[in-house]
Antibody, heavy 119, light 111 residues
Framework: QVQLQQSGPGLVKPSQTLSLTCAIS??????????WNWIRQSPSRGLEWLGR?????????GYAVSMKSRITINPDTSKNQFSLHLNSVTPEDTAVYYC?????????WGQGIPVTVSS | QSVLTQPPSASGTPGQRVTISCSGS????????VNWYQQLPGTAPKLLIY???QRPSGVPDRFSGSKSGTSASLAISGLHSEDEANYYC????????????FGGGTKLTVL
């Protein structure tokens, strides 16, 4: 059974960097069949895909165009986890953040972390 | 605004059949399979239907999905009170270098 356990701060100041981690059990971040995604949800924007990382003989990343200048998603094979870094945050980035596995469809979701951007 | 269009609300009485629609375009529903999620308050979305009409293990066969062209629908038959939740459609979109896109969600009320 795949489980995704998220960690990270629930409060970030404007202009700073939001950093979250997703620890994987029951699968490998290096799996050649899966991709590892970050998705957020807010009342104003609904569900929004932010980006993903995946391994197919080499590491690949894909990011939402709206996020591309501010986002980095990194795998950590030594800890079997992956991370999200979103810089220059504003109150518009306030949302519940989820890490999600995909294998053709988004199947396993982390528990979600509510993040508030406020001074 | 969400890329996929869903009605904001739906309702039914216990035992009834309800359907929820999801409308998209050629770059998403017209090209790829649709997935449906159920979200209860305070929890992560749960996969309900994948690849248009497949149910993961443990999902009752009261839930079914279909797709035609750039539209899809989720049907729930024999409505139960515990089916009251938000339902979302999701599909891979081939535009903008590829991305997952979602519907705005449908709040199902069991009267």
């Amino acid at each position: 059974q795949v489980q995704l356990q998220q960690s990270g701060p629930g409060l970030v100041k404007p202009s700073q960097t939001l950093s979250l981690t997703c620890a994987i059990s029951g699968d490998s971040v290096s799996s050649k069949n899966a991709a590892w995604n970050w998705i957020r949800q807010s009342p104003s924007r609904g569900l929004e895909w932010l980006g993903r990382t995946y391994y197919r003989s080499r590491w690949n990343n894909g990011y939402a165009v709206s996020m591309k200048s501010r986002i980095t998603i990194n795998p950590d094979t030594s800890k079997n986890q992956f991370s999200l870094h979103l810089n220059s945050v504003t109150p518009e980035d306030t949302a519940v953040y989820y890490c999600v596995r995909s294998q053709g469809y988004l199947d396993y979701w982390g528990q979600g972390i509510p993040v508030t951007v406020s001074s | 605004q969400s890329v996929l269009t869903q009605p904001p609300s739906a309702s039914g009485t216990p035992g009834q059949r309800v359907t929820i629609s999801c409308s998209g375009s050629s770059s998403n529903l017209g090209s790829n399979t649709v997935n449906w999620y159920q979200q209860l308050p305070g929890t992560a979305p749960k996969l309900l239907i994948y690849d248009n009409n497949q149910r993961p293990s443990g999902v009752p066969d009261r839930f079914s999905g279909s797709k035609s062209g750039t539209s899809a629908s989720l049907a729930i038959s024999g409505l139960h009170s515990e089916d009251e939740a938000n339902y979302y459609c999701a599909v891979w979109d081939d535009s903008l270098n590829g991305r997952w896109v979602f519907g705005g969600g449908t709040k199902l009320t069991v009267l």
